[in-house]
């Protein structure tokens, strides 16, 4: 099971800091730019985290709000210390990585930031004398400067048509630099005299540039680390790659000094315009002239010629890495196994001797989460599809690395969180593994990182499929107990998607699936704040939309429920349902769907809501409501439910009185036979569909002679409830509501026979069950 451990007190108070920067680390001045205090200096330790975490929380937490210049902090060496910093997305602009120019950088991760422009190649220079490790992975614009500066608008940023490529850029004086990572950098650049100041680079990866001559990797005589991913291969490329004979790689997850082999020509396999095939060939000519390989991935390649053994050749036994085993044919001249090889979407990975400690493929669980781990940064094309196939293992069989799967889904979603395909695939992923076959595995720091993860779904991706698999994903959680701590965030998404102009009706049937379960047992402040977020109102719009299509379906019966949940004890909800023609609405479902009993249940069930509020009966006082009511008190729909209401909402109004009766017909006296009447049709042993959290509106009705048939259908309800589920509701009146029923024991109208016998069976059998509970092990 995962560990419940708390976060550590750095990650606490980071966190604390980074949205309570006023105050803590600094002040704002009268324009708002933040500065430091001038008594606070920070090691590059604390000042690496601070920004790191920074970006974490203005990619992954939608309720953080980033700070204009908050780089602007880190600006003064003498005060901050940065060292390695990870900056990623549109969040960084030029003008922050020109406030920390002052900075000694050792490592420079700059990943899918296409705000970045020349500018900023300009402000590297600063960071040339210290700088170990860079990466520009995806930054496409930032070889591109203003054609005439001043006369562009800011969308040329992201723009090229008004740009013109740098070409006279080079890393010349960058003479520390080991690790360079120039991935999908735009089309153009020229690649060959970039890097030609750089002597002494270890690790190089250029995904998806394309450059027909590779000559010049042969003059990085120390390179030991070389990533061609999707990039366009010949056999001129292969004759350079096997002849860079120290190829090992420095991974960029590894700590310096930890050499781990690495070649890595892999590709897209979906890509269309690839011509070179990989032959056995090729793989023997790798294994010959690269002696000290030991990473490889040839991912998505076609294999033109058979590199496998036969079937009837292969060893026997269970499944072996050792290379004279290997399925393989070419891997057997391998020195030893290799420690990672990349075969997903090849035919290769379904064979059954691999000469590898670890291996990205299609085959199986572990073959598919270790593609996940491998390409989630810099690689969402092949991510999703990995995904899927997750999705897939979880879906038809069962997960064997439960907390590893979740983590490399939440990790992905965070990562690329605009990206559709890895939204959709991950959402729906996460809805099979924390199902409730595996809820038991996970702990509540896991469950709460997979609800944030879903909610940023939601917030940032507005696609159909991507907010059906969250609203499902959601479904498989304790609600409203394991969302509370997200409680307004998901109710507000809610409330959003159940925009009625939205057609899609299954995700409106889930949505309101999920407001009525977040809105049933929660407390009245909580009500009342949904409330003020706009649920009433929007319940009332789906179910005005369903009158006017004649349809009662789920999403109707649910809107209608939520409503009754949402009312409860909570009189300004009531008052609002009144207010934006709620009463309209009822009568108009009631003639339009005559036989629907669910729908009757909960409407009577909201109605009774609104008549425990005594400010609000008088607007239920009209002839046509009264006898709506009345009529209901005969109806057996849903066994007594729908009687049981309607009685309800009329006990509360007679509780007011003659005086308060302000119609000619019905008249008082019959609508109250008619309680009577329906009061003594219902069976005492009824199971009921409703569920009380307090007895206070049924209490009220008790110390008072001028509605007796209010007070018998108090303690009838009392009755039926404590003797039907005496371990729910005995406590629940033994708690608050015996002395009222003791004392007025003796003070019951002439009427009030029946009542006062209800009454005095409700004392006995609270009294019973609290002798049969009572602790006599003393």
């Known amino acids: 099971m995962a560990s419940d451990t708390p976060e550590s007190l750095t990650a606490l108070c980071t966190d604390f800091c980074l949205r309570n920067l006023d105050g803590t680390l600094g002040y704002l001045l009268d324009k708002g730019s933040p500065r430091l205090h001038p008594d606070i200096f920070l090691p590059s330790e604390i000042c690496d985290r601070l920004v790191n975490e920074y970006v974490e929380l203005v990619n992954a937490a939608c309720n953080f709000e980033p700070h204009e210049s908050f780089f602007s902090l880190f600006s003064d060496p003498r005060s901050t210390r940065l060292t390695r910093i990870h900056l990623r997305e549109d969040l960084v602009q030029d003008q922050d990585l020109e406030a920390i120019r002052k900075q000694d950088l050792v490592e420079l991760n700059l990943t899918n930031c296409e705000?970045?422009?020349?500018?900023?190649l300009q402000t590297l220079r600063s960071f040339s004398h210290t700088l170990v490790s860079l990466s520009l992975f995806g930054c496409a614009n930032i070889f591109y400067e203003e054609e005439n500066p001043?006369?562009?608008e800011?969308?040329?940023l992201v723009n090229p048509t008004c740009q013109v490529l740098v070409k006279d850029f080079t890393f010349e004086g960058f003479s520390r630099l080991r690790f360079l990572n120039l991935g999908r950098m735009i089309d153009g650049v020229p690649v060959e005299s970039l890097l030609r100041p750089l002597s002494a680079l270890a690790a190089l990866d250029l995904s998806g540039i394309q450059t027909s001559d590779a000559a010049f990797l042969t003059q990085k005589d120390s390179l030991v680390s070389l990533v061609l991913y999707n990039m366009d291969l010949?056999?001129?490329?292969?004759?350079?790659i096997v002849q860079l004979h120290k190829l090992r790689s420095l991974g960029w997850g590894c700590g310096w000094g930890r050499f781990m082999l690495h070649l890595d020509i892999s590709r897209d396999r979906l890509s269309s315009y690839y011509k070179f095939k990989l032959t056995r060939k090729v793989l023997s000519l790798f294994v010959q002239k690269l002696g000290n390989l030991m990473s490889l991935d040839i991912s998505g390649h076609m294999i033109l010629e058979n590199c496998s053994i036969s079937k009837m050749d292969e060893e026997a036994g269970q499944t072996s890495t050792e290379p004279s085993k290997s399925s393989i044919m070419p891997f057997r001249a391998l020195k030893r196994p290799l420690q990672f090889l990349g075969l997903?979407?090849?035919?290769?990975?379904?064979?059954?001797h691999i000469p590898a400690y670890k291996v990205s493929g299609d085959k199986n669980e572990e073959q598919v989460l270790n593609a996940i781990e491998a390409y989630t940064e810099h690689r969402p094309e092949i991510t999703s599809r990995a995904i899927n196939l997750l999705f897939d293992i979880a879906r038809i069989e069962r997960c064997n690395q439960l907390l590893r799967a979740l983590k490399l889904v939440i990790t992905a979603l965070k990562c690329h969180k605009y990206d559709k395909n890895i939204q959709v695939t991950g959402s729906a992923a996460l809805f099979y593994l924390t199902n409730s076959e595996y809820r038991s595995e996970q702990s509540v720091k896991l469950r709460r990182q997979v609800i944030q993860v879903v909610l940023n779904g939601m917030e940032s991706y507005q696609e159909v499929t991507v907010q059906r698999n969250c609203c499902l994903t959601l479904c498989n959680f304790s609600i409203p107990e394991e969302l509370e701590f997200q409680y307004r965030r998901v109710n507000e998404l809610l409330l959003s998607i159940?925009?009625?102009?939205?057609?899609?009706e299954s995700i409106q049937r889930i949505a309101v699936h999920l407001c009525n379960a977040l809105v049933c047992q929660v407390d009245n402040d909580h009500k009342e704040a949904v409330g003020k977020m706009g649920f009433v109102v929007t319940m009332l719009k789906l179910i005005q939309k369903k009158l006017l299509d004649k349809i009662c379906d789920q999403v109707m019966e649910f809107s209608w429920s939520a409503l009754w949940n949402i009312t409860d004890e909570t009189p300004d909800n009531c008052e609002m349902f009144l207010n934006y023609s709620g009463m309209k609405l009822f009568l108009d479902c009631?003639?339009?769907?005559p036989e629907k009993q669910e729908l009757h249940r909960n409407m009577l069930g909201l109605l009774g809501n609104v008549a425990e509020v005594r400010e609000l009966r008088p607007q239920l006082m009209t002839s046509q409501f009264i006898s709506v009511f009345s009529n209901l008190l005969e109806s057996k729909a849903d066994g007594i439910e729908v009687s049981y209401n309607a009685c309800g909402v009329l006990s509360h109004i007679m509780f007011d009185g003659p005086e308060a009766w302000g119609i000619c017909e019905p008249q008082r006296e019959e609508v109250e036979e008619r309680m009577w009447a329906a009061i003594q049709s219902w069976d005492i042993n009824s199971r009921r569909n409703i569920n009380y959290r307090s007895f206070e509106p049924i209490l009220r009705l008790l110390p008072q002679g001028i509605s007796p048939v209010s007070q018998?259908?108090?303690t009838w309800a009392l009755y039926n409830l404590v003797s039907v589920y005496p371990d729910k509701y005995c406590p629940l009146l033994i708690k608050g509501g015996m002395p009222l029923l003791k004392g007025h024991d003796k003070r019951w109208p002439r009427r009030g026979r029946k009542p006062k016998e209800m009454a005095r069976k409700v004392i006995e059998h609270c009294g019973n069950f609290k002798e049969e509970n009572m602790d006599t092990s003393r």
Do not use: M, Y
Request: hydrophobic share 30%; glycine share 4%; proline share 2%.
């Open 115 to 120: 705000k970045l422009s020349a500018k900023s």
């Open 150 to 152: 001043g006369g562009c």
């Open 154 to 156: 800011d969308e040329c």
């Open 234 to 240: 010949s056999d001129d490329h292969i004759r350079v």
């Open 344 to 352: 997903f979407e090849t035919s290769l990975c379904r064979l059954t």
């Open 498 to 504: 159940l925009n009625p102009t939205r057609q899609d």
């Open 590 to 593: 009631l003639k339009e769907f």
């Open 712 to 714: 018998h259908w108090a």
